[in-house]
Nanobody, 114 residues
Framework: QVQLVEAGGGWVQPGGSLRRYCVASESDSSIYAMGWYRQAPGKQREFVARLDISDNTYITDSVKGRFAISRGNAKNTVYLQMNSCKPEDTAVYYC????????WGQGTQVTVSS
């Protein structure tokens, strides 16, 4: 069973930055996409960013220009750089990896407030 471990969450002031990190317990050449979702209180989980095997990136409009997704040196790692954070970015963030089936991280709280 593949496990995804997330790190880098926490609290940040409006306008600040955070760098999220997600690593899988197993490296696999069949990973064809990795990315992030988030879920704010009282809302449904929503797509944030995705990076596919060809290094194409997809960023949701609400964070475009502020967030960036990238691959780590190891194929089983993915980063989410969060810049110019806003209070509406407050949510539990979940990473995922698609390997024929989708695996999810445990979710990590990100709070943007002054």
């Amino acid at each position: 069973q593949v496990q995804l471990v997330e790190a880098g969450g926490g609290w940040v002031q409006p306008g600040g930055s955070l760098r999220r990190y997600c690593v899988a317990s197993e490296s696999d050449s069949s990973i064809y996409a990795m990315g992030w979702y988030r879920q704010a209180p009282g809302k449904q989980r929503e797509f944030v960013a995705r990076l596919d095997i060809s290094d194409n990136t997809y960023i949701t409009d609400s964070v475009k220009g502020r967030f960036a997704i990238s691959r780590g040196n190891a194929k089983n790692t993915v980063y989410l750089q969060m810049n110019s954070c806003k209070p509406e970015d407050t949510a539990v963030y979940y990473c995922f990896q698609d390997r024929g089936v989708r695996y999810w991280g445990q979710g990590t709280q990100v709070t943007v407030s002054s």
